[in-house]
């Protein structure tokens, strides 16, 4: 069954530094890999998704994600970080039609 | 485009009481709807896929009695939370995906609080 582990459940920057949030996927078959973004008592919105185009993946509001087979991983970065991107990130991978989130990190941002 | 709503939005029920949420696509035609639960900081969990016109498929360890799923049309979804108790509090959220689409499109989500 594939699935993902979201390392680091909460991860503290300061604004104006980089913000890297790691992910690595369990998958016996090409992934199609996600990451969305969930602002407090919001629905998630997606940020980027991979789907075996394009290695690098750029996404909404600076993000970009780079899948690695050889780490399994799937790493979102953003150089620099804004005050309006602490929320909750969480990375995903299709498996059966069906979409299987990892734990989640929640971003804070320090001014 | 791809834009999907739920009502409510929040809900205050008191104990044994059934409450309903819609989950609308508003621009699309949804064949698969999902609906997923999400408990403070913690991750979504899926409850049932449906589709247009047939009975929901519910993952392992949720009720079907308890939560009556309806996809009687093509941008409309419905999850009757039956008999509802305190531990049926959460954040409930829907999303939607057009035929053929690997996307699901997300909803704002429910907040159920039940007394």
């Known amino acids: 069954a594939q699935s993902v582990t979201q390392l680091g459940s909460h991860v503290s920057v300061s604004e104006g530094a980089l913000v890297l949030l790691r992910c690595n996927y369990s998958s016996s078959v090409p992934p199609y890999l996600f990451w969305y973004v969930q602002y407090p008592n919001q629905g998630l919105q997606l940020l980027l998704k991979?789907?075996?185009?394009?290695?690098l993946v750029k996404g909404i509001n600076g993000f970009e994600a780079e899948f690695k087979k050889s780490e399994t991983s799937f790493h979102l970065t953003k150089p620099s970080a804004h005050m309006s991107d602490a929320a909750e990130y969480f990375c995903?991978?299709?498996?059966?039609?069906?979409?299987?989130f990892g734990s989640g990190t929640r971003l804070s941002i320090r001014p | 485009g791809a834009v999907v709503s739920q009502h409510p939005s929040w809900v205050i029920c008191k104990s044994g009481t059934s409450v309903k949420i819609e989950c609308r696509s508003l621009?699309?035609?949804?064949?698969?709807m999902f609906w997923y639960r999400q408990f403070p900081k913690q991750s979504l969990m899926l409850m049932a896929t449906s589709n247009e016109g047939s009975k929901a498929t519910y993952e392992q360890g949720v009720e079907k009695d308890k939560f009556l799923i309806n996809h009687a049309s093509l941008t409309l979804s419905t999850l009757t939370v039956t008999s509802a108790h305190p531990e049926d509090s959460s954040f409930y959220i829907c999303?939607?995906?057009?035929?053929?689409?690997?996307?699901?499109?997300f909803g704002p989500g429910t907040r159920l609080t039940v007394l």
């Open positions: 999303s939607a995906q057009s035929g053929g689409g690997d996307e699901q499109f």
């Open positions: 621009d699309f035609q949804a064949t698969t």
């Open positions: 991979y789907t075996s185009a394009a290695t």
């Open positions: 995903a991978v299709n498996s059966a039609s069906k979409i299987i």
